[in-house]
């Protein structure tokens, strides 16, 4: 058996860089939960309410950006500076219980006929089993046997909230959805309902040539019902409110432009502020016993920790936010076409931090400016494509790439529709080499059909 000594350098990460991490890359609203749990266990914690960077220094400049949005958030801007009451998150993630559901409009349809308390049951159990599409997904037969009904009466039943708006809702298929719609415009034929029973998917596919064979039309008389069709709403429901899914995004960042300069606001709003109690530290300075310093000291200076890891965390993020601000200033003056290829590696370079520092407070973060709210990861685009090979050619990214695409796209011939191949070559015209297969990828992930799905015929 062979034994040696060999000297080797390892890195080791300690418990506090571990947490140090992990709340460089919480959200505010992880980062609220995490100190709140951690008031709960450690008793030396007090608890001071966040205090919203813009009362401190609110200036005209803010007022005048607030005032240009719309009266009702200028009106809540108000309330949460004059309330003391007012919740500030709650103005921020609205309670989804004030959305309207698809139940409720239904119901409020149904509130002024009379009927028995039995019939009563088979309405609401019919409204609670729609889904968010809002179709019904038990079956009559099985609605009867639940609630011990009659079958004709279930069915009658549905047949009247089949008749309420929108129009299309409590069908039980897509088929029934569209026959629906037609129905109350009137326009459900014997040759509509053929090519909804036999042709949606070569509807769906744009396949009107097949369509016309199938059901011995012209094209032109095929591509004109297929349009009505089309025109018809798949999903009646998804313009309501479903408490179950619900969710608004909660900015962490937020860059407000003015006439000559721009703002970055941190969310330090959703988070608390941690002091140690005045108590529990002179406590711990005259302590009863050696065992209660001991847990007094490691208490205080765990909260110490966590304090300082926070102010790191906000630190951190506005570096962040300015060095994006900088370099994608193009962006935010002027819109989206001007985002510019960026790497995490620059801004760790540009910061003298680690690329995995800059990841951690991009992730799961986002951005709110004047053009919308973004995740910050959006920033960061590798380069795609340069134009030009002359010196200052500018640079693309995949999001500028297929805009392009798109315009082109918008620019065609509908009734002779390009090819990836030739969407392919008139970029090439534009300044934007891109293989064919790259055109594919790009059009679906805008969700735009091939040539043959985009074709019209009338």
Known sequence: MDLKLQAKQTQVLSQRMIQSAEILQMTSQELNTYINDLALENPVIDLSEAVWDGRQRESIEQQQWLTSFNEENYYLYQRQNNDDDYDFKTSWNIDTDQGETLQDYLWSQLVTEDFTEKEKEILRFMLESLDSKGYLTESTEDIARCLSADTKTVERLLYRLQQLDPAGVCARSLEECLKLQLERQQMLTPLMESLIDSCLELVAKNQIPAIARKLRLTAEQAAGFCQIVKSLNPK??????????????????????????????LNESMYPGIQVNSYYRQMSKNPDSPELK???????????????????????????????????????????????????????????????????????????????????????????HSRGTAPGSQSMTASGVKEALRAVIDGEDKKKPLSDRLLSEKLAERGISISR??????????????????????
């Open 236 to 265: 009646p429901g998804v313009s309501f409110s479903n408490r179950d899914k619900l969710r608004y995004i909660i900015p962490d960042v937020t860059i407000v432009k003015f006439k000559d300069h721009f703002d970055i606001l």
């Open 437 to 458: 297969r790259t055109v594919a990828k790009y059009r679906e992930e805008e969700g735009i059909p091939d040539a043959s799905g985009r074709k019209e015929y009338i």
């Open 294 to 384: 001991e847990y007094l000291d490691g208490k205080i200076r765990q909260a110490e920790w966590i304090k300082q890891c926070i102010s790191q965390r906000s630190k951190t993020l506005m570096d962040v936010s300015k060095a994006i601000l900088e370099r994608q200033e193009a962006f935010f003056t002027y819109g989206p076409s001007h985002l510019i290829p960026l790497r995490m590696e620059d801004v760790a370079q540009a910061l003298e931090i680690h690329e995995s520092t800059v990841s951690r407070a991009a992730s799961k973060k986002y951005l709110q400016c004047s053009w919308g709210v973004y995740p910050m990861t959006f920033f960061f685009s590798r380069e795609v």
